[in-house]
């Protein structure tokens, strides 16, 4: 049954069609031609399918088996019978400004199977770093005033396993020079403008440096500053030189500097004496770090009620309006309070003191969404709204009129006590004495100005409650000042007027004259 089944011809027979002839034979013509020998030789068709069920399961597990054993010795096989041997050839080649080209072939004698080699480059000088790569050339910018040297190696790793040769290595010698002679602190900025005159560059980047003469430099020393940026070399053609014509610091106008681009910009500064060699300096900017950011544009604000409005224009600049961040500062020149927002927005709204004065700034940045954080620009002009001005004048007025209304009622009200100038002026007229019937009947010009004292303690009495206190005051005893007493009287009587014009002009006074002195 094993062999019927296993022979070529019998799996592409259908199991129904050879049941039916099956069947056929068995009682018509059991050894008729037309009968299959392979169903002849088969005698239960039950244990014919659960055979062939189980070969389509074992297929699969025996080609995922075989596949495993051969990933597992491919594995292995490197460790045992492979060995790395180092590139030859390697050279470094100064290609331009700050740049340097690493070339190295692989080696003939490595032995050559179906794996994948790689390279392992370690810049040793002037700073270590290390990095991977499948090609046999490799370019660095990097500063070459204090030389450069590299190695490379082969690598075979995977998984498993780690495989290296031994190391070759190349450098560059430092350019000669007398140490000190170079120049020294060399910083660099660059600043965006707009070109009407060209569409395809509709913004120009300028460039501008300063260094300082090396200590130890001649004093006919001469220094000339280059650039390279991308593919770009220019030489400077403008100078600012010190007292002893030496070139300190240079212009560039217009040079070939992307202000959104990611290269790296290098400056090399070199110089000439007739005394002894210049030694050079260069040295890697990134853009970001130096990028002197325009200030915002049009910068507006407006007070409406306590509600203070600013608007403003993005900087003049390559990048587009949602690649800035902002900065507002707003400074209350009356009481010195300062208040820094920041926003990605170019509008920003506060509520204010309608009484004050303020003065309002803003600067911009790149946003770290766009490019990497940089540099904020300077602060704008400041611009100023309020009426901060007038409101001293208006308190130092307040106070001056009242101290002096209270000093002109005090020397009167001494003059009117000491010389008796009241009762000169108005006598009064013997008659028996009632103080029920005086007060009714009689004008008391003494009992008037104890009424007006009644008012001066209680301002916010109305004047029936002034008149109804004095009554109980005047009847129960016999006044407020006793006789005999007219200086202490005089001194109550101008501290009252005082307490009196303190609460009406704190009442009324700082809300109207304001208003008066501002309409005028």
Not at 152 to 158: F, G, K, S, Y
Not at 246 to 269: E, Y
Request: glycine letters at 4%; aromatic letters at 12%.
């Amino acid at each position: 049954m094993a062999n019927a089944l296993l022979r070529p011809g019998t799996l592409s027979i259908s199991p129904a069609h050879d049941t039916a002839r099956w069947w056929g034979c068995r009682h018509e013509h059991r050894h008729d031609r037309h009968c299959p020998r392979h169903l002849l030789l088969s005698t239960d068709w039950n244990k014919r399918i659960v055979c062939r069920q189980d070969m389509v399961i074992m297929a699969p597990i025996l080609l995922i088996l075989l596949g495993a054993t051969e990933i597992l010795q491919a594995d292995l096989l490197p460790d045992e019978k492979i060995s790395l041997l180092p590139p030859v050839n390697f050279t470094i080649k100064v290609t331009g400004l700050a740049q340097v080209l690493l070339h190295w072939e692989p080696n003939p004698d490595q032995e050559q199977r179906n794996v994948n080699l790689e390279y392992q480059v370690k810049i040793n000088a002037p700073k270590e770093d290390d990095y991977e790569t499948r090609i046999t050339e490799s370019n660095c910018v990097t500063i070459l005033h204090q030389g450069f040297s590299a190695s490379v190696r082969t690598i075979l790793q995977n998984d498993h396993s780690f495989l290296a040769s031994s190391w070759v290595s190349a450098e560059v010698q430092a350019p000669p020079g007398s140490p000190g002679t170079s120049a020294v602190n060399l910083t660099c900025t660059t600043n965006t403008t707009a070109d009407n005159y060209s569409h395809l560059r509709p913004y120009q980047v300028s460039l501008h440096c300063t260094w300082l003469v090396g200590t130890d430099a001649p004093e006919d020393t001469q220094y000339f500053l280059y650039y390279r940026y991308g593919s770009w070399t220019e030489e400077c053609k403008e100078y600012s030189k010190d007292i002893l014509e030496r070139n300190i610091a240079c212009w560039f106008p217009r040079t070939f500097i992307h202000s959104r681009g990611r290269d790296w910009l290098v400056v090399l500064v070199n110089g000439s004496s007739k005394h002894t060699a210049i030694k050079p300096f260069d040295q890697l900017f990134a853009l970001h770090t130096i990028d002197q950011i325009n200030t915002p544009l049009n910068v507006t604000a407006e007070i409406e009620g306590t509600r203070l409005s600013i608007q403003w224009e993005k900087p003049v600049s390559a990048f587009p309006s949602h690649c800035f961040d902002y900065e507002v500062k707003i400074h209350n020149t009356r009481n010195g309070y300062l208040q820094i927002e920041k926003m990605m927005t170019n509008a920003f709204i506060s509520i204010i003191d309608d009484f004050s004065k303020y003065d309002i700034q803003v600067r911009a940045a790149v946003s770290s969404m766009c490019r990497e954080a940089g540099l904020w620009s300077e602060w704008s002009q400041p611009i100023y709204v309020g009426n901060d001005e007038q409101k001293p004048l208006t308190k130092w007025f307040l106070f001056v009129l009242m101290a002096t209304i209270c000093l002109i009622l005090l020397i009167l009200s001494l003059i009117c006590r000491i010389c008796h100038l009241w009762t000169k002026l108005f006598p009064p007229i013997p008659a028996p004495k009632s103080n029920i019937k005086d007060f009714c009947v009689t004008p008391n010009y003494e009992v008037m100005w104890k009424v007006l004292m009644i008012c001066h303690i209680c301002p916010g009495l109305s004047p029936l409650g002034a008149v109804t206190g004095f009554l109980v005051f005047y009847i129960i005893g016999e006044g407020f000042y006793p006789e005999g007493q007219e200086y202490f009287y005089c001194f109550s009587h101008s501290v009252l007027w005082l307490i009196w014009l303190f609460v009406f002009f704190k009442r009324w006074g700082l809300a109207v004259l304001p208003r008066l002195v501002s309409n005028n």
